[in-house]
């Protein structure tokens, strides 16, 4: 369970001054100003859940994050973490959760992923038996084989980070903070560690906590999203009800092999031509029947969809959006 309360967290920052005399003046008196970064956030999340944080840059993911693994205190509040207060960095809770920082690595760059996993054991005391059992499920998973003996420093990112993965989960944590874990991998690899953190999941009932800028990660992973903005939380639901709040519309688009749509459904309609060479309208749900039964008409249509619209389409509209706590 994770009970986060009224949290707030501020960074202090050096003020940068623009003036020649200014400049020389702070060489003597540095003058410092608030960066706010979390606003009295509230939230729960019970054991097993996976939990999106989504939020343009500099809303505060990344430090509501670090708060709950314990690296950073916070300014204001409080936030527990299966009981533990993590900022007071018990052992038994370090034991308990682990963070995956795309683009951040914990493995020694010189050695062979095999040393490093050899020395996070000894760490973490795990019991050799458990150990062996352990490394040998996480290298069947992530199909680690071939990797296990090259030098960290050889491996391309998308197999560095699969060991990350491993060298992350061998004390078997039961919360994952994963923050932009598939940063910079290829559509393939970012789908397999997009499995295997559900199967993580599934196997250990962990709860998982996920930022990501790639929304088919949130999507596939987090019925939940947690949206932060400018350091506030303006919404915390069902993914799918937030789609359905911030852009209460479908999108329907089908194929169409004939030469020209006639004039009159194109007006009425607004159809427009997609990138994937559909044809796609957006229209409130209560208009969608009558849309449907037009295209229908049509001799040349094939391939009809009726789907909600993308995170990244709701995203935009909620992050470019004064009002953002009319999605909350
Ligand atoms: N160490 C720091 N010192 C000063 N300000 C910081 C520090 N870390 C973050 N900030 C500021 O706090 C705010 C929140 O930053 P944070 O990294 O948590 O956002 P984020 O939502 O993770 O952004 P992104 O999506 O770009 O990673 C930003 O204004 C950022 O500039």
């Not at 994050?65 to 533990?84: E, T």
């Not at 993965?165 to 994963?178: D, G, N, R, T």
Request: proline letters at 6%.
């Amino acid at each position: 369970m994770i009970e986060v309360a009224g949290l707030s967290k501020s960074y202090w920052v050096h003020r940068r001054e623009q003036h020649f005399g200014a400049v020389v003046a702070s060489l003597f008196r540095r003058r410092t100003e608030e960066v706010v970064a979390l606003r009295d956030v509230h939230f729960s999340i019970r054991d097993g859940e996976r939990v999106g944080f989504l939020g343009p840059n500099g809303a505060g993911k990344t430090t509501l994050m670090k708060v709950l693994c314990g690296l950073l205190h916070p300014s204001g509040g409080s936030a527990r973490v299966d009981g533990y207060v993590p900022y007071e960095r018990a052992p038994d809770y370090l034991r308990r959760m682990t963070m995956v920082m795309g683009g951040k690595s914990q493995l020694i760059w010189d050695l062979p992923p095999a040393d490093s996993f050899e020395m996070i054991r000894a760490v973490y005391g795990i019991p050799s038996a458990t150990f062996r059992v352990t490394l040998g499920e996480l290298v069947d998973l992530l199909a680690l084989g071939p990797l296990m003996h090259k030098p960290t420093r050889q491996l391309s990112l998308g197999e560095r980070m699969r060991c990350e993965f491993a060298a992350a989960l061998l004390h078997q944590p039961k919360v994952l903070f994963l923050d932009e874990p598939t940063i910079g991998l290829d559509a393939g690899m970012q789908a397999a560690v997009r499995d295997f953190i559900l199967a993580y999941n599934r196997a250990h009932g962990a709860t998982v906590l996920l930022t990501s800028h790639y929304m088919q990660d949130v999507a596939a992973i987090c019925p939940r999203v947690v949206v932060i903005n400018h350091g506030t939380l303006v919404y915390d639901g069902d993914l799918r009800d937030f789609v359905r709040t911030v852009k209460p519309e479908k999108v329907v688009s089908f194929r169409w092999s004939g030469s020209v749509l006639p004039g009159p459904l194109l007006a009425a309609w607004a159809l427009r031509p997609t990138p994937d060479g559909r044809i796609e309208a957006r229209v409130g749900n209560e208009r969608v029947p009558e849309l449907v039964r037009a295209v229908m008409a049509l001799p040349e249509m094939a391939d009809l969809m009726i789907e909600d619209p993308s995170l990244d389409d709701v995203l935009r509209e909620v992050y470019g959006q004064a009002g953002v706590e009319a999605a909350a």
